[in-house]
């Protein structure tokens, strides 16, 4: 079974600081999709960034980068230059190349400190 | 921007009774799912559900449940003889079409309280 882990149940950092998340994650397949979503006070989750396991380009989406090592099975989201808005839940997500069952890790509550 | 839906926001049930939580997906999506968060814990899938058809669930995902498209916007989740631990934040999901590469966008979820 696809097993997710966040071992960082809280983090904070100061405004304009880099902080990023850990996740690790377990499983026996070579084709899968990684996930971070985050999800504000409003409870709505909205997907900050995505990774194909088969490519080994580390995703970017603006101040959000992806540290992924598919022999390590991790996958850490740096966040860079961090705004107050960036305050949330941040979950890591795995999913299998061949189905919709997405696992979740537990979840890192981010502060950001102004 | 279009944005799944849910309904109610919080809803309060006894024990034994039955719900339906009602999503909304976004207009042109093709899959739906379901997730629940139970106070504290993680994100857990429940079900994904394709041209009325359930394509995958989860173990969690028992004859307790059961979901349904009733026309051409809604999606539901029922679940029969409400128990004290089915209390969880129900979250539902839609994506575009098949495929892993296509994003799941998320409602804001119903609170589902049972007493």
């Known amino acids: 079974a696809q097993t997710v882990t966040q071992s960082q149940p809280e983090m904070s950092v100061q405004e304009a600081e880099t902080v990023t998340l850990s996740c690790t994650y377990d499983?026996?397949?070579?084709?899968?999709?990684l996930f971070w979503y985050k999800q504000p006070p409003s409870r709505q989750m909205i997907l900050v960034i995505r990774q194909e396991a088969y490519k080994q380009q580390n995703a970017t989406e603006n101040r959000f980068s992806v540290n992924f090592q598919k022999a390590a099975k991790s996958f850490s989201l740096k966040i860079s230059d961090s705004q107050l808005g960036d305050a949330a839940m941040y979950f890591c997500a795995y999913r299998p190349y061949n189905n919709n069952d997405m696992r979740f890790g537990a979840g890192t509550r981010l502060t950001v400190k102004p | 921007e279009p944005e799944v839906t849910q309904t109610p926001s919080h809803q309060v049930t006894q024990m034994g009774q039955e719900v339906i939580l009602r999503c909304v997906p976004i207009s042109n999506h093709l899959y739906f799912y379901w997730y629940r968060q139970i106070l504290g814990q993680k994100v857990e899938f429940l079900v994904s559900f394709y041209n009325n058809e359930i394509s995958e669930k989860s173990e969690i995902f028992d004859d307790q449940f059961s979901v349904e498209r009733p026309d051409g916007s809604n999606f539901t989740l029922k679940i029969r003889s409400t128990k004290l631990e089915d209390s969880a934040m129900y979250f539902c999901a839609s994506s575009e079409a098949a495929g892993q590469r296509y994003e799941q966008y998320f409602g804001p979820g119903t609170r589902l309280t049972v007493t």
């Open positions: 499983t026996s397949e070579s084709d899968y999709y």
